[in-house]
């Protein structure tokens, strides 16, 4: 669930603004997928969900504030999903398995968002990007400890750089939000299961 | 070299107006890439020119000229490496490795119009869309083939749909885009020998 920036609101009326600031986040990404954050107004925001835009400021001070939590649920909704994958039983190739699997049905489950958090994060300014990416744990930092850990622990190959290792695994992952859609979900388990044969494969140490 | 659509320019001008179009599809190239292709007006591509509006239209009848110009001229130029890399001597896992390296090769020499080419190919009506990857050869198809001619002579595993694999070989690579930058070209060799590490040990049947 989100946050709302704004939180001066009177109890009574909390419900329904909730629900309208959940209603601005799902429209701002359609819109922002369609059309790129530069080329979405608030006028645009406000027009489709049949408010003024001048309502949009009892939530947010500027379209950016939209973009940096819209960023940021992404970010956060698909690090959940990612941290219970890492905690499966097993070798470090067990967990990577397990984590390629999770981002996989991550990615599907939430396309556009996804698409909308790899173009326009760009869009921010340094200091929103640090903040949503630069906690304890993001993405890279995990699939990086579990490629370190399976190098000690002998089941990862170790002539490879773990932190570039882990920006090429997350970004062949990450890609497939070009061609993965909902409406193909047939095909998910598929799609995994190419996934987790080629990278597991190629990053197995001989004998694993 | 592009071809500038309007030909009707007496041959003593060709030359200048060449050299002008050139520039109009570089400076609209970084700027799709800035502000995406929906948030770039031909008012702002003339104006980085410093030109008239006005004189954009001696060229193109409409922004989307621009585009598809852009895109096709994106994709035939990495074509033309990716054949000549496909050409190696060799086995079809031999073929694959010099693909790999040919492709990253090219997006590191051309990040922003191959970023381009990936997030705007959906702004282009899908005839034109056919027209640009409809031909006889693309990237897909071109994966695809040297996929099957492994798995036919036995240095690929057969574990494997050559389509999906295509797929997931062609994004992975050009997932790089995000991250492989210019000026940071000193890393270019470990990243090319990164790839086909991973990708190769996880294609080639066993032995190979």
């Known amino acids: 669930m989100s946050t709302i920036p704004n939180r001066n609101q009177p ?3 909390r419900k329904p603004r909730e629900e309208r600031w959940s209603e601005i986040l799902t429209v701002a990404t359609e819109l922002f997928y369609q059309k790129g954050y530069e080329g979405t107004s608030l006028q645009e925001i406000a027009e489709r969900l049949g408010i003024m835009k001048g309502s949009l400021y009892y939530y947010i001070r500027s379209k950016e504030d939209i973009l940096f939590v819209v960023l940021n649920e992404a970010h956060k909704a698909g690090l959940e999903r990612m941290t219970s994958a890492a905690q499966v039983e097993g070798t470090a190739l067990d967990r990577l398995r397990a ?10 489950d939430n396309v556009i968002s996804t698409a909308v958090f790899l173009n326009e994060m760009k869009s ?3 200091e929103s990007q640090d903040k949503i990416l630069g906690g304890a744990v993001n993405y890279p930092k995990m699939f990086e400890q579990v490629l370190r850990e ?6 990862i190959r170790q002539d490879l750089d773990p932190k570039l290792t882990a920006t090429i695994v997350l970004g062949s992952l ?4 070009r061609w993965l859609h909902p409406e193909r979900h047939g095909n998910l388990r598929k799609v995994q299961d190419h996934f987790t044969r ?3 494969s190629g990053l197995a140490s001989d004998g694993n």
Chains 1, 2 share one sequence.
């Open 198 to 200: 080629i990278l597991i």
């Open 11 to 13: 109890a009574a009326t």
């Open 124 to 126: 921010l300014p340094q």
């Open 99 to 108: 984590m390629i699997i999770a981002h996989i049905r991550s990615i599907a």
């Open 174 to 177: 990450n890609s497939t939000h």
């Open 150 to 155: 399976g190098m000690e622990e002998g089941t």
